[in-house]
């Protein structure tokens, strides 16, 4: 059988990575020949795996879709993938599309496994999409309402889009919270009140985490209302944190929910399962403001290796873009 020569991106054990040639099949039935236009790095856990600080106990469950080799050993890993379809069904050949596939030159995958995207939608902007869908899966697991006193913790991609998605429910306070002034600045853009350290006197009935840092969970417990709820879409890998739980979570009857997005919440997925949750996430993507959350300055996919060589080290918080040369 004829195959196709590709490249793909491979994190060899841990801290360290390389580009690795290979030969893929070409689609058969229902398949479809994918060439891949951009990739996303979904920053804070692809740093994760690249340390190589992803939990043994989580080594199976935490797998991303299409990825190949196991934690701490070989492992192709990635989860946002814009591309074109050069093969397949006419339904298909010749749109774009989005997957879950990892950083590869070209693929193939069944046309069910792929997601058409919308031609109002910006191509870059749909790399967004993984973010969405882990905002969606928040709301849908707290199912906050108007009148809600809000606390987002952590203006990543994910802090915003949550902050940005809460502001359109009436009657609802949010306040997102970062260390970084700088970032206000894309605060007032979306006209979300921020500041750079909550209020000693701020109380909030919900509150969302996405910082990253396990350790600010206990200087939340000052700023709970009775029987809050505190949403982690965070993922702290193989960190560990010393939790109070004896003192104002216990007393006020705090509920915490670790929010992982591979499965729909409980609440909705009698009515939604992963593919439509996606298209709604796409759909929900129509907002040229949204553009500021993405890095404007693209990795060249041959330069992988090196931009991760140098991820301690990098401060930045858009949704960083890899570019294949193929648009």
């Not at 944190?241 to 909705?268: A, T």
């Not at 290796?305 to 890899?322: A, E, L, Q, R, Y």
């Amino acid at each position: 059988m004829k195959k196709i020569n590709t490249q793909s991106f491979w994190i060899k054990k841990k801290n360290d990575s390389y580009i690795k040639n290979h030969n893929i099949d070409l689609p058969n039935g229902k398949e479809l020949l994918i060439k891949t236009v951009y990739s996303g790095i979904s920053y804070g856990t692809e740093k994760i795996v690249y340390a190589g600080s992803v939990p043994k106990s989580q080594k199976e469950l935490m797998r991303c879709p299409y990825q190949e080799g196991s934690f701490g050993s070989d492992v192709k890993y990635g989860y946002m993938n814009i591309g074109m379809v050069m093969d397949g069904s006419p339904d298909f050949k010749g749109k774009y599309v989005y997957t879950l596939f990892p950083h590869q030159k070209d693929y193939v995958l069944d046309e069910s496994e792929v997601t058409l995207i919308p031609e109002s939608i910006p191509l870059k902007r749909c790399l967004l999409t993984a973010n969405m869908e882990t905002v969606i899966n928040g709301m849908w697991d707290t199912l906050p309402s108007c009148g809600d006193k809000i606390l987002v913790v952590g203006s990543g991609v994910v802090g915003f889009l949550m902050a940005y998605l809460l502001k359109t429910i009436p009657g609802c306070e949010i306040l997102l919270v970062d260390s970084d002034a700088k970032k206000s600045k894309f605060s007032k853009m979306f006209d979300i009140n921020f500041k750079t350290t909550i209020p000693s006197n701020y109380k909030a009935n919900i509150i969302y985490e996405c910082s990253g840092n396990a350790d600010i969970i206990n200087s939340l417990s000052k700023h709970v209302m009775d029987e809050a709820t505190i949403c982690i879409l965070s993922w702290y890998g193989d960190n560990t944190s010393k939790v109070k739980f004896g003192e104002e979570f216990l007393s006020k009857r705090i509920k915490f929910i670790f929010s992982q997005v591979s499965k729909v919440s409980h609440n909705r997925n009698k009515y939604w399962d992963n593919i439509k949750r996606r298209e709604l996430a796409i759909s929900m993507l129509n907002d040229d403001r949204l553009d500021h959350l993405i890095e404007q300055k693209m990795i060249d996919f041959s330069k992988l290796p090196t931009f991760f060589s140098k991820t301690v080290k990098d401060k930045g918080f858009f949704c960083k873009v890899v570019n294949y040369g193929s648009k």
